[in-house]
């Protein structure tokens, strides 16, 4: 069992969290995740072999390092007793363990440390300005996947940006049952209340 | 029903997160929508019973006409026919008779005419059934004439030559209430349309007549090519019904695809309504959100 390659977005959101960013490195992945409008920091050991506890505490360092009011670790379950959890506590870290069947669960909350105000580094700035260039990239290579692709008009009524009525055809490749038919522009007319 | 029904996605939401919401389709207009017909009368006939349902735009719920009638009955007259041709052992098999049902029963174009041509030449009108896979042969000899019947017991049993099996015990489909709607038994099908038309609007009446589509595996009758002249299908049948009440220039139509349209309808529906058209108890259509 390792953390690697896990599916850690469906779990979280049972927690009600939303997943923001996987940053998958050598020894553990970052996750970070949005609670209540705060932004989490979720540190996750790849290695799951804890006999030397030495992930177990670079986990554990790194977390307490962060820079986010927020940071749990997280853990395999059967691996969650060799954590000593009043010393995460008293640290405000909080402790989640996941099992590939039960999925994530929240064993100790964290408390919202306060942001430690000291001024950026140059590295740290400099991965700043990388991070933010990645995300531009990205949003322009979907930007321009999204120009080629056909209007999906379920797309637009999901996310409830389009006024109501004002539906794109469905597409030419759509079924024959879906294609000129007069119910789609008057089932979607129907208003709550009308 | 509908309350149940929402009830258990709401269980499944609980457990797996997965329903963002649920709404409920009538079957009638999930087969309107498939078939692109915003004004119809959709004739619903299943295994238990059949609906009538006007439909302009919004299924007239008021309209409906319910009948408690559908494949079973005609099922049930299949089995008290092999019953009387000395196939009493056979007729409580439910399988055998829905089989022997489908392969030999015939909708008349008119019962009298075909019953007296049947009786008359037997031989030509001969109700012969080789069950497939076994050994079992049924041939109706000089009742072969018994094969109308049945077709003709789906659209109309109110026909007098049905009395001698009522009389002999065979259950007359009866008139029941399941909550707020009365199902009536011996309602013959143009009569139940023209009921549920006579409750709309008068002037939309024209337009629900235009078009009545038959949906259901219950509509499923063919015609052999010998017996073209004297037998038809469920579409002409029930044009015929409509015609004996005074009814002309109706079109109606089987439901193409009958396994698949509820699918297509409901597909339809969910991918126009809109996400913010929330679910009403009155209007008893929209999104009922879980979560």
Redo the contacts between chains.
């Keep these: 069992m390792s953390a690697r390659g896990y599916d850690w977005s469906n779990h979280l ?2 927690l009600g969290f939303r997943l923001l960013e996987i940053r998958r490195e050598d020894r553990f992945q970052r996750i970070v995740a949005e609670r209540d409008g705060e932004a989490s920091l979720i540190i996750a050991p790849n290695s799951t072999d804890f006999d030397e506890k030495a992930s177990l505490l670079d986990a554990v360092a790194s977390a307490s390092d962060s820079q986010f009011s927020r940071v749990a670790l997280m853990v395999p379950k059967q691996v969650a007793a060799l954590v000593e959890t009043s010393i995460l506590e008293s640290h405000g870290i909080g402790l989640m363990t996941w099992d590939p069947r039960r999925g994530v669960c929240e064993v100790l909350g964290p408390r919202t440390r306060e942001r430690r105000n000291r001024p950026l580094g140059e590295a740290a700035m400099q991965e700043l300005v990388d991070r933010i260039s990645r995300l531009e990239a990205t949003v322009m290579q979907l930007l321009i996947e999204r120009s080629k692709r056909p209007a999906d ?2 797309t637009s ?2 996310m ?1 940006n389009v006024p ?1 009525g004002e ?1 794109d055809a ?1 597409a030419s490749d759509a ?1 024959d ?2 294609k ?9 007319d ?5 | 029903m509908y309350e149940h029904l929402f009830e258990i996605y709401r269980r499944i939401d609980a457990e797996t ?1 997965s329903v963002k919401a649920v709404t409920v389709i009538p079957q009638p207009l999930a087969v ?3 078939h ?1 017909i ?1 004004t119809c009368i959709v004739l619903e006939s299943g295994h238990g019973n059949t609906q009538v349902c006007p439909i302009s ?1 919004y299924p007239i719920r008021n309209a409906i006409v319910a009948i408690n009638r559908g494949g079973s009955d005609a099922n049930t007259l299949t089995a008290e026919i092999l019953k009387d041709a000395g196939y009493g052992d056979l007729a409580g098999e439910e399988a055998i008779v829905r089989k022997v049902k489908e392969g030999i029963g015939l909708v008349p174009l008119n019962l009298e005419r075909a019953v007296r041509a049947a009786k008359g030449e037997p031989q030509k009108y001969v109700a012969r059934f080789k069950m497939p896979g076994t050994r079992i042969t049924i041939d109706l000899g000089e009742e072969s004439w018994t094969r109308f019947l049945i077709g003709e017991y789906v659209f109309n049993p109110n026909h007098e030559l049905y009395r001698s099996y009522f009389r002999r015990g065979m259950q007359r489909p009866s008139e029941v209430r399941i909550g707020d709607t009365r199902f009536q038994g011996m309602l013959d099908f143009g009569d139940a349309i023209v009921h549920a038309v006579e409750r709309c609007p008068v002037e939309l009446q024209p337009h629900l007549y235009r078009t009545v589509l038959l949906s259901g595996g219950n509509f499923a009758w063919t015609v052999p090519a010998e017996f073209r002249t004297i037998s038809v299908d469920a579409a002409t049948k029930v044009r015929i019904l409509l015609h004996d009440k005074g009814i002309e220039d109706v079109n109606v139509t089987l439901a193409k695809s009958p396994q698949y349209s509820v699918w ?1 309808g409901c ?3 969910g ?8 679910w ?1 108890w009155e ?1 008893m ?2 999104w009922a959100y879980l979560h």
């Design positions: 959101k049972g008009p379920r009524l999901v409830g109501m539906f469905p079924p049952f879906l000129d038919n007069p119910w789609i522009s008057i089932l979607s129907r208003r709550t209340g009308s | 997160r309107a929508i498939a692109k915003p735009k297509r597909i339809v529906y991918y126009a309504i809109p996400a913010d058209y929330e009403s209007g259509e929209g």
